[in-house]
Nanobody
Framework: QVQLVESGGGSVQAGGSLGLSCAAP????????IGWFRQAPGKEREGVAFIYTADGHTYYAAFVKGRFTISQDNAKNTVTLQMNSLKPEDSAMYYC???????????????????WGQGTQVTVTV
């Protein structure tokens, strides 16, 4: 069982920046997809950004492209999501998720992921 530990998040004014980190203590990210989902109250959980750990290829939802950047630090077994130009609509609980192997289906689908973090709140105020 892979445990994912999230850190970061918090509250920021619109236009500001926040960073989220996802670590897997004692595990290595090898040839799988790691990324972030978010869920706002009353809304479905949606995929935000993902990285394929074997080659570093990244994937972004249209609503964050150009504002968010996902990256990996293999030495620390950590994946980071840097969020810039934040908007109030980015407010949500953010969850780190990892697949057991390479995702063959829809990378943005929650059902492709086997391991989840506990979630961290991001609040963007006007």
């Amino acid at each position: 069982q892979v445990q994912l530990v999230e850190s970061g998040g918090g509250s920021v004014q619109a236009g500001g920046s926040l960073g989220l980190s996802c670590a897997a203590p004692g595990n290595s990210y090898i040839s799988n997809h790691i990324g972030w989902f978010r869920q706002a109250p009353g809304k479905e959980r949606e995929g935000v950004a993902f990285i394929y750990t074997a080659d570093g290829h990244t994937y972004y939802a249209a609503f964050v492209k150009g504002r968010f950047t996902i990256s990996q630090d293999n030495a620390k077994n950590t994946v980071t999501l840097q969020m810039n130009s934040l908007k109030p609509e980015d407010s949500a609980m953010y969850y780190c998720a990892a697949s057991r192997g390479r995702v063959r289906g829809n990378i943005f689908s929650r059902w492709e992921y086997d391991y989840w973090g506990q979630g961290t709140q991001v609040t963007v105020t006007v």
